[in-house]
């Protein structure tokens, strides 16, 4: 079992709806979680950051956590072409250390 | 402005070259890491620093090589380049923020192709 699991995609959905991307990991030690973006052929942009249970909000984008059921998700709102890349999700597994564990990522569309 | 910096972004080279692919930040961070990625793959980190003098080796094994002389840089080195050494190289570098945790900032990554 891989440490951080992603739906690879591809994840389509129209312009101004609500994009769903969803993360499980396998270690219930993990302390902190990440969501980057990545467009093609570009490096990895932070976007989103989560170390406590529930929801964080930024802007059009909402992350969530859930330790007890070992997932974390990420809401985009008013979704948009631009939206659309890889995102990333990324968990800290060993606490005390630095080390991301990633997940090959969601392919998300937005289609005008 | 703050930020790193990866060159060369692009490299095409013969197998059995030494190279070495640079890493720079100017975000005061302590941490850096250098991760690899081969296309719709994860991202495997390879080697991280703490800081002046202190490097590891990541989860990925690797025949590379790092240094951190000086804190803003961190180049990464292949000995003897082979065609399985062909992947995109990512260099980042961390801050502390709220917690005690970090989040980690990616350079423009170098993508490396060995014929």
């Known amino acids: 079992q891989k440490e951080v699991e992603q739906n690879s995609g591809p994840l389509s959905v129209p312009e101004g709806a609500i994009a769903s991307l969803n993360c499980t990991y396998s270690?219930?030690?993990?302390?902190?979680f990440f969501w980057y973006r990545q467009y093609s052929g570009k490096s990895p942009e932070l976007i989103m950051s989560?170390?406590?249970?529930g929801d964080k909000e930024d802007g059009r984008f909402t992350a969530q956590l859930n330790k007890a059921s070992q997932y974390v998700s990420l809401l985009i709102r008013d979704s948009q072409p631009s939206d659309s890349a890889t995102y990333l999700c990324?968990?800290?597994?060993?606490?005390?250390?630095?080390?991301?564990?990633f997940g090959t990522g969601t392919r998300l569309t937005v289609i005008p | 402005e703050a930020d790193i910096y990866q060159t060369p972004r692009y490299l095409v080279i013969g197998t059995g070259k030494k190279i070495t692919l640079e890493c720079s930040q100017t975000?005061?961070?302590?941490?850096m890491y250098w991760y690899q990625q081969d296309p719709g793959m994860e991202l495997h980190l390879i080697h991280y620093s703490y800081g002046v003098n202190s490097t590891e080796k990541g989860d990925l094994s690797s025949e590379s090589t790092v240094s951190r002389i000086r804190t803003e840089h961190f180049p990464l080195t292949l000995e003897s380049a082979r065609p399985s050494h062909t992947s995109q190289y990512l260099c980042?570098?961390?801050?502390?923020?709220?917690?005690?945790?970090?989040?980690?900032?990616f350079g423009p990554g170098t993508r490396l192709t060995v014929l």
């Open positions: 975000m005061g961070h302590d941490k």
């Open positions: 270690d219930r030690g993990s302390q902190s």
């Open positions: 990324a968990v800290n597994i060993r606490p005390g250390a630095n080390n991301l564990f």
């Open positions: 980042a570098s961390s801050e502390l923020v709220a917690g005690g945790l970090d989040e980690q900032f």
């Open positions: 989560i170390y406590s249970n």
